[in-house]
């Protein structure tokens, strides 16, 4: 009798052994998926409300950026706060294809009025418009900005580059280019 309550208590503890470790193997998963989902969370959160990496390429942006593409840093927390200037990139929503985000600079804030070339490439005609935030690539030959779809709401600012990451011989901040003060 003494002999099988032995084998008795030693497969009990063999199976609560098993149950431990099984424990414990599911609460090493739910540890680590809990980790991985804190990280993806963190992630978002930095990407969608502090800061992002953008990759720019084409040609509406020359000379400033090149058009091979370059990869940027830009912050989002100027736009929210209202700390954009002219002369500042930025990245818009594009209005008309509201999928895309462009980078484009800011010429004019809202209320600003600005005087703008309307086809830099076939005339010198020169229109002024008093609007909502005013968006030029600084190739003005082959931009699709403002001067194409018009001024567009604060709203759709996205953020402000302020880091060239790559390529790396142009490593470093983006400088501020001066725009002429427009009629507020």
């Known amino acids: ?27 090493e998963a739910w540890d680590k998926t809990l980790g991985l989902a804190k990280l993806l969370c963190g992630l978002h959160v930095t990407n969608a409300y502090l800061c992002t990496f953008v990759l720019t390429y084409g040609p509406s942006m020359l000379p400033t950026l090149s058009l091979t593409g370059d990869l940027l840093l830009a912050e989002r927390i100027s736009t929210r706060f209202g700390m954009v200037r002219r002369g500042d990139i930025v990245l818009v929503r594009s209005p008309k294809v509201p999928t ?10 809202e209320g600003d009025s600005v005087t703008y070339i309307v086809d830099p490439e076939n005339s010198d005609r020169c229109e002024t418009i008093v609007g909502h935030v005013w968006v030029e690539g600084d190739n003005i030959y082959v931009s699709n900005d403002s001067r194409k779809f018009g001024p567009v709401p604060y709203g759709l600012l996205q953020g402000k580059v302020f880091w060239r990451i790559w390529p790396p011989k142009v490593f470093g901040p983006l400088e501020q280019k001066k725009v002429k003060d427009a009629m507020a």
Do not use: P
């Open 1 to 27: 009798m003494g002999l099988r309550n032995l084998r008795q208590v030693e497969s009990k503890a063999k199976e609560l052994l098993f149950v431990m470790k099984e424990k414990s193997i599911v609460r």
């Open 100 to 109: 895309k985000v462009v980078t484009k600079r800011l010429i004019g804030m």
